[in-house]
Nanobody, 115 residues
Framework: QVQLVESGGGLVQAGGSLRLSCAAS????????MGWYRQAPGKQREFVAR???????NYAESGKGRFTISRDNAENTMYLHMNSLKPEDTAVYYC?????????WGQGTQVTVSS
């Protein structure tokens, strides 16, 4: 069974940094891609960043230049390093992975950025 578990969220002051982790129960090289999404209260879930099987990364404009997605295949873990955090980054961040057309989601980790 595929399980994704996020961690690393918390409360941080604007301008600070956080590193989110997503630990997978399977070898992550089996995934076609992995990514991060976020959802703020009253808003739709939105794409944040993605890394595909070949290591190519994509970022939403909101985090481009501030966020870095990476993975450690040996640890079966994907990361999202967030710098220069803004209050607008406050949201629940979700780990996503896909194998072909099937998607898997973690439970989410709360990120709160104070102004």
């Amino acid at each position: 069974q595929v399980q994704l578990v996020e961690s690393g969220g918390g409360l941080v002051q604007a301008g600070g940094s956080l590193r989110l982790s997503c630990a997978a129960s399977v070898n992550i090289f089996e995934f076609n891609g992995m990514g991060w999404y976020r959802q703020a209260p009253g808003k739709q879930r939105e794409f944040v960043a993605r890394i595909n099987v070949g290591g190519k990364t994509n970022y939403a404009e909101s985090g481009k230049g501030r966020f870095t997605i990476s993975r450690d295949n040996a640890e079966n873990t994907m990361y999202l390093h967030m710098n220069s955090l803004k209050p607008e980054d406050t949201a629940v961040y979700y780990c996503n992975a896909n194998i072909l057309a099937r998607d898997y989601w973690g439970q989410g980790t709360q990120v709160t950025v104070s102004s």
